[in-house]
């Protein structure tokens, strides 16, 4: 079954998660920061310091939406990073976010569909994306198209919330995820489908063994999923 943010609606899944993002991008990521407890920063980092070894000269960045992850991988001295993204809301702020920190020179966002990426078969060293593969209509299908950008022996790194097993975390995350979440993100964005939208868009998601299934099945080899705190989140890595 398809998780939607706006279940009332006809339209499909990727026009409705363009909207929902358009919507809440004003304070997304002041909510971002605030919903994880700022633990996400740390996220990004790790999964940058495992590419940093890769020493890639051109990243992709999947779903990019304010450039948190494109400003982060500039640590993995990268030539450039070029993030897509289907929310123009989200770009426009990321854009902006870009040009204050003067790295302009670095970071090139675009208006893309991250499941019909516009670059050619073996493009970049490295294709990278937090927290947007869980929004993809198609899974397999965007996945599939990040593995034909990548260059032979390049590396695409997926981070990805999850679901914590261990008694008592599970039952505390479920709860402040069901109810804590969506109350404060309407508070703040005031937009109720968006933050309902997000735990049970994690509750569908296949994660753990279940991606790296989908993951080899795309065409990625070599993979490995590592758990962050007590399971919140992971980071998958797969190889071209």
């Given at each position: 079954m398809t998780v939607l943010p706006y279940k009332e609606q006809q339209a499909g899944k990727k026009e409705q998660v363009a909207a929902m993002f358009d919507s809440i991008s004003p304070k997304y990521d002041l909510l971002n920061h605030v919903l994880s407890l700022g633990i996400d920063i740390y996220w990004r980092k790790k999964a940058i310091r495992i590419l940093k070894k890769q020493k890639p000269r051109l990243i992709l960045d999947i779903a990019t939406g304010t450039g948190d992850f494109a400003i982060e991988a500039l640590a993995a001295k990268p030539e450039k990073v070029i993030g897509v993204d289907i929310s123009e809301g989200m770009l426009s702020i990321g854009r902006e976010k870009i040009k204050k920190l003067k790295l302009a020179d670095k970071i090139e966002l675009r208006t893309g569909d991250s499941e019909k990426l516009l670059f050619d078969n073996n493009y970049f060293d490295a294709v990278i994306v937090s927290f947007g593969v869980r929004n993809f209509e198609n899974l397999l299908k965007g996945l599939t198209d990040m593995n034909r950008v990548l260059k032979p022996g390049g590396t695409c790194i997926v981070l990805e919330f999850s679901k914590p097993s261990a008694f008592p975390f599970k039952q505390i995350y479920n709860f402040y995820f069901k109810h804590i979440l969506p109350f404060?993100?309407?508070?703040?964005?005031?937009?109720?489908?968006?933050?309902?939208?997000?735990?049970?868009?994690?509750?569908?998601?296949?994660?753990?063994?279940?991606?790296?299934?989908?993951?080899?099945?795309?065409?990625?080899?070599?993979t490995k999923c590592i758990p962050l705190t007590f399971g919140i989140s992971s980071i998958y890595i797969g190889k071209k």
């Open positions: 404060v993100g309407k508070a703040i964005s005031k937009d109720n489908a968006a933050y309902h939208y997000l735990p049970e868009s994690v509750q569908a998601f296949p994660d753990g063994k279940d991606f790296l299934n989908i993951f080899e099945k795309a065409g990625f080899q070599s």
